[in-house]
């Protein structure tokens, strides 16, 4: 069946199954492959998108539920080819990552808890990455990469809304 | 150790440079990989852990549409040759796919091929299996004793590898010591479990008889194994390293899953796609890790000095062989720790069962000997009442006895391990912690500070192979680098191999940086595919920043000579009398000057200016040697094993609440000596990440069987993977002890935390029990397990 979708800021017609789910859909039909799948049960968040700018799980949502919702995938966070987000940017900084699997949804979960909590405390952040598994790090740089997001972030003169798609 | 002492680069926090890709989503993982025309696998498992299989019938799967092939055992083993045994056990044969008989619950049947993922899980579910169901033995023990079912009849029976090796005087020091102890832990079946599952994409080209593999792979020798299996001439597998590996610590081996794709692809001469789902791959996906049990006897004098040791390793590696005993065997090469223990009788015993084939994890059987060892560190405090660390101290080698020789004939490169100690004590206020347990049981918790220190082997070579397979000759384990510096003046350095999070392109572009004194940012790393690639073997055994490290130091430092030589040729004096500095080459004592420039101009455009003999162009190679592996063990089996040995000594307080038995982190601090670090963000990164390894496989990991053999952590629900909820804030104190045997002093950390993590989790718990006088001596300490064992001993009480 036709779905209609609203991927990063873009219109996109796609022919799936209807049990296809969403992370399929991007991976598939898309071919935005910066979303990863981990367990598809819904425990890892690799497969972590948002939608209208809250983190989603993509491979417990199908393709047809995300009809008409703002989604937003890892390829849109950079703001221009080869330049970070703050965020990206942060988590180079304190190599919050070793592989790179989880990190895609990592970076997304954070960038949304930055722009609901602009100035997290530990627990924060720890809580809202809590929800992913990262295998290689240990979470100790991740935490270290989103709260030096948060300080840059503060210090920045960017518009708070760092997501693209995102209503104001 | 050649290089300066203070380094430019090397040591300096710097970023790692294959981050950027991946903060964008824009690795290339095997799961990327798109091909024109690709089909999929889905694998038909076995709902028996043994059974012989009476018929397949693939009807109602053909039938289905998009379905390709359904390929079963007997068609491939016809076709392909057995996968390779580590030991000398040819009765032992595994095949890709079941021949004949099942031998765990979820061992693959068939295989499925269609357009589409979802297709062939379709129709897999419509393959029809008729089995005969037959006994079978799941517990090691049980498997050990001389009448249960063998899980290979034509092997007779479930033994592998029973050997006992003595090494030094263990019964005059047995006899002279006026105590011992003996125990029992035992290591729950853990496991890596990375987040992306194993996945391979193969494609073959009938016109240019080229098979090319796209793979998350980390496996020695894995072109070559694919290669023998399919009966291909080693030159007709491709297997591109450039791939990111989204995580393996060991596990990624994938050997059986790829020459299965290899004998699709050429059947049906189509691209094949064979990425596991989580299903597959904790059930059947070559994933598991070691499942042992120690029995261990220590001989020790009223002051807490250890004399001997005598330990038994029982290992339950699964229905199949592979690699997985030789992990028993690399243990030999710090089989005493950190600690001057004088003998040791260490007995190996392999044994199959029926449960999924085990493989290499992280520390490749280390983190569970370190346990073992740690706890009867413990254990003889305990006895002699004296202070656990104490007890330590009085043990440890001490730093002006290195390089030591230890009883199983491995030589330690370097240590202060006192000195790790008293920095850790210092920075944690060890008295202050002591307190803060008082002060937690006052308030009715249940506290323990938990100790270890152990060793992290590193460098990696293979001796553990001729050590217990008398056939394998193996004392090569190499890796290589290649520089190529352009006629615009830009280096581009080669590494031979897939990284899994390592930042190996970091490694070798700050080591060659160093050496040649340039910006590392400047210096582009290729991976080359396994036809164009130079000799190596996979980064196993913490071995990259040693050997990779050294290769390209020496490739390096080839390159440099090189310069030396053209710039001494124009200036007319001795190679002695130029100073290299910034890639610019100045003659002492004269005129002379060139710079980097007007050297790459003279090697790539004046073949006229250059000294007689000399190659054109800028380029070298290195292909290195694993340091101290120059000797095939003795037939007493003594052994060098790795040439460098990292310390780790970790301080832990746990509280737990009676009432819940959860273990809660109060404090978690760790000393880390790595010798020289290359790059601290890299090594802070492993050694938090294997702190989190191993507080999962201490208190939430297992693969566990019900008493039917049906393997029953089948998802990320019942196998628990630590989450940032449960990982606690780790300090790391750092002490530097070059390694003497590396060119920069480094050593390996790439298992670091792990192997120390577990041990130290399961003192500190059992400091807190240590008022109800229980003592948990299997891991994982579950929460379950736990509240039970408080509440049965309150109960009691
Ligand atoms: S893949 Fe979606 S949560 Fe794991
Ligand atoms: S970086 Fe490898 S799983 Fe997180």
Not at chain 2, 474 to 494: F, P
Not at chain 2, 521 to 535: C, K, T
Not at chain 2, 558 to 573: E, N, P, S, T, V
Not at chain 2, 691 to 712: C, K, N, P, S
């Amino acid at each position: 069946m036709k779905v209609e979708l609203n991927v990063n800021n873009a219109r996109a017609s796609v022919e799936v199954e209807p049990r296809t789910t969403l992370v399929d859909c991007l991976r598939d039909n898309l071919g935005l492959t910066g979303t990863h799948t981990g367990c598809e049960h819904g425990i890892c968040g690799a497969c972590t998108v948002l939608l209208e700018g809250e983190p989603v799980r993509a491979c417990l949502m199908l393709a047809v539920q995300a009809d008409g919702y703002a989604i937003t995938t890892i390829e849109a966070v950079a703001p221009a080819p080869g330049e970070l987000s703050i965020v990206q940017d942060a988590f180079c900084e304190t190599h919050g990552l070793q592989c790179g699997f989880c990190t895609p949804g990592m970076v997304l979960t954070a960038e949304a808890l930055l722009r609901r909590i602009p100035d997290p405390t530990r627990a924060d952040i720890v809580s809202a990455i809590s929800a992913n598994i990262c295998r290689c790090t240990g979470y100790g740089q991740i935490v270290e990469a989103i709260a030096l997001a948060a300080k840059r972030l503060a210090g920045s003169n960017l518009p708070r809304q760092v997501v693209p798609g995102e209503p104001a | 150790m050649s290089a300066p002492v203070h380094f430019k680069f090397v040591e300096t926090p710097r970023r790692v440079r294959e981050d950027r890709r991946f903060v964008a989503g824009r690795g290339r993982f095997v799961a990327d990989v798109r091909l024109p025309g690709m089909v999929h696998v889905a694998l038909v498992p076995s709902q028996h852990p043994a059974a012989r299989i009476i018929e397949i019938d693939a009807a109602a799967a053909l039938a289905m549409p998009g379905v390709h092939a359904v390929v079963a055992g007997a068609e491939l083993a016809a076709a392909v040759d057995p996968m390779m045994n580590g030991l000398d056990t040819p009765n032992v044969r595994r095949f890709p796919l079941a021949v004949g008989q099942v031998r765990y619950n979820g061992e693959w049947i068939a295989a499925v091929v269609a357009d589409s993922r979802a297709q062939a899980e379709d129709a897999a579910e419509l393959v029809e299996a008729s089995y005969e169901a037959l006994p079978f033995v799941l517990d090691a023990e049980a498997a050990l004793k001389p009448d249960s079912v063998p899980v290979h009849p034509d092997h007779g029976s479930n033994v592998l590898l029973d050997r006992t090796f003595v090494w030094g005087d263990v019964a005059q020091h047995f006899a002279q010591s006026p105590h011992q102890i003996a125990f029992r832990v035992t290591w729950g079946r853990n496991s890596t479990v990375p987040v992306e599952t194993f996945g391979v994409v193969v494609a073959w080209d009938p016109w240019n008889e080229i098979l090319d593999v796209w793979a998350s792979i980390q496996m020695p020798k894995y072109a070559d194994q694919i290669a023998r299996a399919l009966r291909l001439p080693a030159n007709a597998v491709r297997v591109h390293y450039d791939v990111d590996v989204g995580g393996s610590y060991g596990v990624k081996r994938g050997i059986k899953h790829t020459v299965l794709a290899g004998y699709l692809a050429r059947r049906l001469n189509r691209p094949v796609r064979l990425i596991e789902d989580r299903l597959e791959n904790m059930r059947a996906g070559d994933a598991h890790g070691p499942d042992r049990i120690f029995d261990v006897t220590v001989a020790f004098d009223s002051d807490g000095i250890i004399n001997s040791m005598k330990m038994r390793a029982l290992d339950n590696v699964g229905a199949y062989a592979g690699r997985a005993p030789f992990q028993l065997g690399k243990p030999v090469g710090a089989i005493v720790g950190p600690y001057r223990i004088k003998s040791v009788e260490y007995r190996a015993v392999s044994v199959t069962s029926n449960k999924a084939a085990q493989e290499a994890v992280r520390g490749f059987g280390q983190a569970p000997t370190n346990y073992a060892i740690e706890t009867a560190i413990d254990r003889v405090a305990a006895a002699l009442g004296l202070e656990r660390i104490e007890v330590r101290r009085r043990n440890f080698i001490r730093k002006d006895e290195f390089p030591y020789l230890i009883p199983s004939g491995t030589r330690y490169d370097s240590g202060d391990y006192h000195t790790v100690v008293d920095k850790v004590l210092a920075h944690v206020d060890w008295p202050a912690l002591q307190q803060q347990r008082e002060q937690l049981r006052a308030q009715g918790l249940l506290a323990g500070i938990g100790i270890s220190a152990c060793l992290e082997p590193s460098g990696g070579n293979s001796s553990f192979e001729p050590l217990l397979n008398p056939k394998n000759t193996t004392s090569t384990w190499m890796e290589s680098c290649r520089i190529n510096v352009d006629a615009l003046g830009y280096v581009t350095a080669t590494i031979h191999t897939t990284s899994s999070g390592q930042g190996h392109e970091t490694l070798a572009a700050t080591v060659i940086g160093e050496v040649l004194q340039i910006d590392p940012d400047r210096i582009r790393i290729v991976r080359p595919d396994s036809l164009a690639s130079l000799p190596g073997n996979s980064p196993v055994g913490s071995r990259m920043a040693i050997m990779l490290g050294g290769a390209a130091f020496h490739a390096a430092d080839k390159l440099k000579r090189k310069l030396i030589r053209i710039a001494a040729h124009q200036f007319g004096c001795a190679e002695a009398d130029v100073d290299y500095a910034t890639g610019g080459i100045k003659q002492r004592g004269g005129p002379g000057q060139l710079s980097w420039i007007d050297l790459v101009t003279i090697a790539h455009r004046n073949f006229h200016l250059l000294p007689a003999e000399m190659e054109p162009g800028l380029e070298t190679t290195h292909v290195m040697q694993v340091p101290t592996g120059e000797a095939l063990p003795t037939p007493d089996g003594r052994v060098q094993m790795y040439p460098c040995h990292s310390f780790e000594f970790h301080v832990v307080l746990v509280a737990i609440d009676p009432d819940l038995g959860k273990p809660e982190f109060r404090r978690y601090v760790i000393g880390h000596d790595c010798g020289t670090v290359i790059n601290p963000a890299i090594v802070k990164g492993m050694t938090l990440g294997g702190i989190a390894h191993g507080i999962g496989a201490a208190l939430l990991e297992e693969f566990v069987y019900d008493d039917q053999g049906q393997m029953i952590s089948q998802s990320f629900m019942d196998y628990v993977l630590p989450s940032a909820h449960e990982i606690p804030e780790v300090e790391i104190v750092h002490h530097c002890t070059p390694s003497p045997f590396t060119v920069l002093g480094q050593k390996g950390s790439g298992e670091s935390g792990y192997l120390g993590a577990p041990a130290a989790v399961a003192s500190a718990i059992n400091d807190a029990l240590a008022p109800l006088g229980i003592v948990m001596s299997k891991l994982p300490i579950r929460i379950p397990e736990l509240s039970d064992a408080i509440a049965a001993a309150r109960a009691s009480k």
